[in-house]
Nanobody, 121 residues
Framework: QVQLVESGGGLVQAGGSLRLSCAAS????????MGWYRQAPGKQRELVAS???????TYADSVKGRFTISRVNAKNTVYLQMNSLEPEDTALYYC???????????????WGQGTQVTVSS
């Protein structure tokens, strides 16, 4: 069974930084794109950043220049470095991966359980 586990969330003051990590475990053949999404109370889940296996990145306009996504393929891990945090960044952050499990011929989308990020003003 493939699992994604996030860590690194917490409470930080505006202007501060946090680094989120997400590790995929289980019988994995290959991880294609990985990404971070967030969902604030009363709002829809939105894409924050994504990264392909080869390292091509995309960002939401609201986080460009402040957040950096990276990954270590050998560790099946993706990171999100968040700088200059703003109260508007407060949300539950989810890790997402497009993964082909070892026993499967199909690529499926997997989600982590989420990690809370709270930015105080």
């Amino acid at each position: 069974q493939v699992q994604l586990v996030e860590s690194g969330g917490g409470l930080v003051q505006a202007g501060g930084s946090l680094r989120l990590s997400c590790a995929a475990s289980g019988m994995i053949f290959r991880i294609n794109a990985m990404g971070w999404y967030r969902q604030a109370p009363g709002k829809q889940r939105e894409l924050v950043a994504s990264i392909t296996y080869g390292g091509t990145t995309t960002y939401a306009d609201s986080v460009k220049g402040r957040f950096t996504i990276s990954r270590v393929n050998a560790k099946n891990t993706v990171y999100l470095q968040m700088n200059s945090l703003e109260p508007e960044d407060t949300a539950l952050y989810y890790c997402n991966g497009l993964i082909r499990a070892a026993a499967s011929r199909d690529t499926e989308t997997y989600w982590g359980q989420g990690t809370q990020v709270t930015v105080s003003s």
